[in-house]
Each structure stands twice: as structure tokens, then as C-alpha cells.
């Protein structure tokens, strides 16, 4: 299957820093989509991208998609506890997404 | 309003016990996916069926099968648990196989097989 690297896998912050995370891959995608999994939950959909350069907003999360079209970007700003959970990137080719391997986030409050 | 629901939400199998995961959904989707959630390996799919009546193996189909039975339930079989499936399953819907606007997701099942 295609490969996602996401990066960091893991990032324990202050309350109130800012966050960035991002995901590359060496096949071109045509969509770019954000989750967060809570723990015990499934993945929900935070941010869904579909044009390189695109940059989107949803509160206090802003993604954008690469120009290459191989990476994307998330960036979480003035994190709150409530951030904590794990995020994964997911590339859309073909028929199917495929996703990344998630980054772990902690906030310290 | 449940959207996706997954049924058992926990399960222990001892080695070479059989199940079914069940899986259904009310958003009216046509395509329907299993995948498995392990530490470090991200999600990989394991069965998928673009429609009613469709199945197809994706990354890690081996130990498994899978039944389509209606439009809305898709359910995934281990014949023979093995340890190496001790793993959380997660099954997600879409509009279908080419629909870019994502997939909505159950809350998962957690399976231990001892």
C-alpha cells in the first residue's frame, strides 16, 4: 500500500503552545484529510483538503495541502487538554484513503 | 442518529475460537471497510466493499472474510483467531469507492485473542 510518514509520532506540550505536525508521502494525492481518535474512540474528521496550496480553517486547527501534492500540514494553535489524542493524516488515490501512522499529542496542563 | 455502530466494543478469544464483527450503518453509504488499528502501524485495511453485494481483499486480508449482507451491515469473520490478531477493528463508510469526502468511523471493536 501506499506509505504516509507522519511526523512527529509524538509530542507532549504545554497548555496554551502552539502545534504543528505533518504528513509526506511519495505518491501524489488528489485529497488530504485530517482525523482525531480520542482514546477508545474512532478516528472523526477534522479537516478535509482538495486543492494543492489549499489552506483550511476549523477553529483553532488550520491544514493546509502541499503544492507538491505529496504532503500536508496541520497546525493546532493555543493548545487546551481537550487537543490530547492521536492525529492521522489520510491521502486519497485511486479508489481509497490510506492513512499515516498518527501523531500522538499530550498537553500538559 | 448512531451513524456506524460496532458490536462487540470488547472481546477475548482464546487461540483458535471463531467470531463475527458486526457492523452497521445509518448514513446511507454504499461502500463499507474493515480495518485493524495496531501500535506504531497506523491503519491498515483489511476488507472493503464498494457496493452491495462486493467485497475486496485490501493490505492484510489473510484471516479473515468478510459478508455484505444488505446495504447496511458489513461483518468481519476470524475463522481461527491467532494472536497476531489481537488488534482494535474499526469499520468505516463512505458515499462510495471513489468518493473523496471521507470516511465516517465506528467506535471500534477490541480484540484480545489469548
Known amino acids: 500500500g501506499q506509505q504516509l510518514n507522519q511526523s512527529p509520532q509524538s509530542m507532549f506540550i504545554q497548555e496554551g503552545e502552539d502545534v504543528s505536525m505533518n504528513c509526506t508521502s511519495s505518491?501524489?494525492?488528489?485529497?488530504w484529510l485530517w482525523y482525531k481518535q480520542e482514546p477508545g474512540e474512532g478516528p472523526v474528521l477534522l479537516i478535509a483538503?482538495?486543492?494543492?496550496?489549499e489552506l483550511t480553517s476549523n477553529g483553532r486547527l488550520t491544514a493546509q495541502f502541499g503544492i507538491t501534492r505529496k504532503d500536508s500540514f496541520l497546525n493546532i494553535s493555543a493548545s487546551i487538554p481537550s487537543d490530547v489524542g492521536i492525529y492521522f493524516c489520510?491521502?486519497?488515490?485511486?479508489?481509497?484513503?490510506?492513512f499515516g501512522t498518527g501523531t500522538s499529542l499530550t498537553v500538559i496542563p | 442518529n448512531a451513524g456506524v455502530t460496532q458490536t462487540p466494543k470488547f472481546q477475548v478469544l482464546k487461540t483458535g475460537q471463531s467470531m463475527t464483527l458486526q457492523c452497521a450503518q445509518d448514513?446511507?453509504?454504499?461502500?463499507m471497510y474493515w480495518y485493524r488499528q495496531d501500535p506504531g502501524m497506523g491503519l491498515r485495511l483489511i476488507y472493503y466493499s464498494a457496493s452491495e453485494g462486493t467485497t475486496d481483499k485490501g493490505e492484510v486480508p489473510n484471516g479473515y472474510n468478510v459478508s455484505r449482507l444488505n446495504k447496511r451491515e458489513f461483518s468481519l469473520r476470524l475463522e481461527s483467531a491467532a494472536p497476531s490478531q489481537t488488534s482494535v477493528y474499526f469499520c468505516a463508510t463512505s458515499w462510495g469507492p471513489g468518493s473523496n469526502y471521507g470516511y465516517t468511523f465506528g467506535s471500534g471493536t477490541r480484540l484480545t485473542v489469548v
Open positions: 448514513m446511507n453509504h454504499n461502500s
Open positions: 483538503l482538495y486543492k494543492a496550496g
Open positions: 505518491s501524489i494525492f488528489n485529497t
Open positions: 489520510a491521502g486519497h488515490a485511486g479508489n481509497q484513503f490510506y
